[in-house]
């Protein structure tokens, strides 16, 4: 195995373990036990576990920001047509899953945000990317070229908090009505405040 498949062959087990079980859940030693990966090899690539998160955090960011863009470019309608789509497809996706991982990012800024700095600003990095790319769907409405707006991207850090909420609370009551309620309710009723302004 080559060195490029042997970093991105820990990376994606890392992601994996990161998702499903948190940050100090995750064992390196455990790790790289289950990928076969000797602990050397692991040095060579990541200076530390926190290393190893941020560039998990950053492959998922970069994941992540490409489904986004990707799934809003694809979807037709309205701002709220299509942002309910695509919340109602993770919906799926999460219901899938039994509701056990929710969104890596919110679990990490939950766990880690007391406890590292770089760990803290690069998961809000990565869901600014996300609040920025619901802006641009909700500028659109008003043209193919228009750029956000104040009061757009007021309205896209709000759907991004009161998804990831939503999120936190799928995970606790291990129900889908949590995002249903956001799609629902929240949703029409934060993109509704577009007019009032």
């Known amino acids: 195995m080559d060195n490029l498949n042997k970093r991105e062959l820990i990376l994606k087990e890392a992601l994996n373990c990161l998702h499903r079980s948190g940050y100090q859940a995750t064992g390196l030693r455990d790790l790289l036990d289950r990928i ?5 090899s ?10 190893l998160g941020l560039e998990v955090i950053k492959a998922y960011g970069g994941f992540a920001s490409e489904q986004w863009k990707k799934s809003f470019d694809e979807l037709d309608g309205s701002a709220e047509e299509r942002l309910a789509h695509y919340f109602k497809s993770l919906t799926q996706y999460y219901t899938k899953q039994d509701f056990g991982k929710g969104c890596l990012l919110g679990n990490l800024s939950l ?3 007391d406890k590292s700095v770089e760990i803290r600003n690069l998961v809000n990095q990565s869901l600014d990317v996300f609040a920025k790319t619901i802006a641009k769907v909700l500028a659109r409405d008003r043209g193919l070229t228009a750029k956000p707006n104040k009061t757009e991207n007021l309205l896209a850090d709000l759907l991004v908090e009161a998804w990831e909420g939503a999120l936190i609370r799928m995970k606790s009551s291990k129900s889908k009505k949590p995002l249903e309620q ?11 405040m577009r007019t009032e302004h």
């Not at 692991?42 to 290393?51: L, V």
Request: glycine share 4%.
């Open 111 to 113: 766990e880690m945000s």
């Open 182 to 192: 956001f799609i629902e309710f929240s949703l029409p009723r934060i993109l509704a």
């Open 36 to 40: 076969k990966v000797p602990k050397g």
């Open 42 to 51: 692991f040095y060579h690539f990541f200076q530390s576990k926190e290393h």
